[in-house]
């Protein structure tokens, strides 16, 4: 692959950035460069600095006067559900029946399963989001369309087929025994092969058996650098009803925590009804809590706590994600709006560094591949976001009024969505602009 040059305005963390003044935290180049070679980035700087090391011959693509990021990660997201998000009136437990497991069941057609993976990754592009934590349906094919997918665009998606079996309808239904077999088969074909990674993706406690629960623990044991993930504490009845199936259970997340489910790359979906003793062992173990926030209030969830999890003696890691399709919308920037919101009715803040941080390199540290995506360092691959604040008419307007790059970053946060997003690079090639409509 040849080299090319961006030129824009780079904008990159090196860490939490505890205020708007907190400058070392990231790395903001006003006409910053980014040498790129062979999917990674080889040098980032100053466009000058940068021209200099990459020699002739190399092509500028200027997208000044837009902002470079890296591209965002998405923590938790269902691809099954893309014809189900946006379904009226019901709280987790209904959706799930009424909607979700209905809809799921249609993946049982291998074809079907292609085309929605196909569809799905395209709107990620669109969004800018360049890697996934993703839910597949429990049908094997569903799991071997998405990283056939993915692998052919060369993106970096961590995803796994759930295990469920029981609680649900037949039709959406494994058993620990073939949850188990077609787990490994997938591990076996696409874990490591190009950027695909797989997660052991049991998908609640309430339809897995305790017989299915073991299973997920021991191929998290065989497999220890596997991610895992599933759902923990998003509602009250769902939080009873795990009680009365694990009636040993000191709480919902000891259910997890026996099975030997919790670790550095496990990933819970929602934590909002967490005790302290919950909180703890999650922190204890160095799980992350995702949080969905336009999930969490569409389906009348609850607030996620951040930044009480953040600040609390025992730290949570902490990821986003929207949670299609129980999360309202594909777009992080939408996303990170309404977390903004969550957090507020917490009696807290979440300022735009702060809310830039966790879409890239918080999502990064988060997910474990922060060495490889979520940052413009070099050495890392090249998955890139190029946001234009100017990209609708009432954004063109506030932007006249907008002095500081946190007021532009909290802009595109809060009026922004796949409109500002001006191109995607995956691996150093343009992809958005490549989408086929
Ligand atoms: N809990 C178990 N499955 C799901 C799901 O698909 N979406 C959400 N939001 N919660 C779940
Ligand atoms: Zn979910």
Excluded at 209 to 214: K, L, N, S
Aim: hydrophobic content about 40%; overall charge negative; proline content about 4%.
């Amino acid at each position: 692959m040849t080299s090319n040059l961006l030129r824009g305005r780079t904008l990159s963390f090196l860490r939490w950035p505890d205020t708007v003044d907190d400058h070392s935290a990231w790395r903001y180049e006003e006409d910053g460069g980014l040498l790129i070679d062979n999917g990674k980035i080889i040098a980032a700087g100053s466009y000058a600095d940068v021209l200099k090391k990459a020699g002739a011959g190399v092509e500028t693509i200027d997208h000044r006067p837009h902002l470079i990021l890296p591209g965002f990660l998405d923590a938790h997201v269902h691809v099954p559900q893309m014809q189900i998000i946006a379904s009226y009136g019901a709280e987790l437990l209904d959706w799930l029946n009424k909607y979700t497991f209905p809809e799921e069941s249609k993946f049982q057609n291998a074809q079907h399963g292609r085309r929605i993976a196909r569809l799905f990754l395209d709107e990620m592009l669109r969004q800018g989001t360049t890697t996934v934590a993703a839910y597949c349906s429990v049908h094997k094919a569903s799991a071997e369309a998405f990283f056939a997918e993915s692998h052919e665009r060369n993106m970096l998606n961590i995803a796994g087929k759930v295990m469920m079996d029981r609680n649900a309808p037949e039709g959406v239904l494994d058993t620990p025994r073939t949850g188990y077999d077609d787990t490994k088969a997938l591990i076996t074909e696409w874990h490591g092969k190009g950027r695909q990674l797989y997660a052991v993706t049991p998908r609640f406690a309430i339809t897995s058996t305790p017989e299915q629960m073991e299973m997920a623990g021991a191929l998290c044991r065989e497999y220890p650098d596997l991610h895992m993930q599933t759902h923990l504490s998003e509602n009250h009845a769902e939080i009873a009803f795990t009680q009365e199936l694990y009636p040993w259970s000191r709480d919902y997340t000891d259910v997890y925590e026996r099975y030997g489910l919790l670790g550095q790359k496990s990933l819970f979906g929602h934590c909002i009804h967490l005790s302290e003793r919950e909180a703890d062992a999650l922190s204890r173990s160095g799980s992350v809590a995702v949080f969905c926030p336009t999930s969490n209030l569409f389906l009348g969830s609850g607030l996620f706590d951040y930044q009480r999890f953040r600040r609390r003696e025992k730290p949570l890691r902490i990821a986003a994600a929207t949670d299609v399709g129980g999360g309202t919308n594909y777009s992080m920037l939408r996303t990170m709006d309404e977390g903004y919101k969550v957090i507020a009715l917490n009696g807290e803040k979440l300022n735009p560094f702060q809310s830039f941080w966790q879409l890239t390199r918080g999502n990064a540290e988060a997910l474990s591949v922060a060495d490889k995506v979520g940052t413009l360092d070099e050495g890392t691959d090249a998955d890139i976001v190029v946001l234009d604040a100017h990209a609708t008419p009432a954004m063109r307007l506030r932007m006249e009024t907008v002095e500081t790059l946190a007021e532009e970053l909290f802009l595109l946060q809060t009026l922004g969505d796949d409109r500002a997003v001006r191109e995607v690079y995956v691996a150093g090639r343009p992809a958005k602009s490549a989408i086929v409509a």
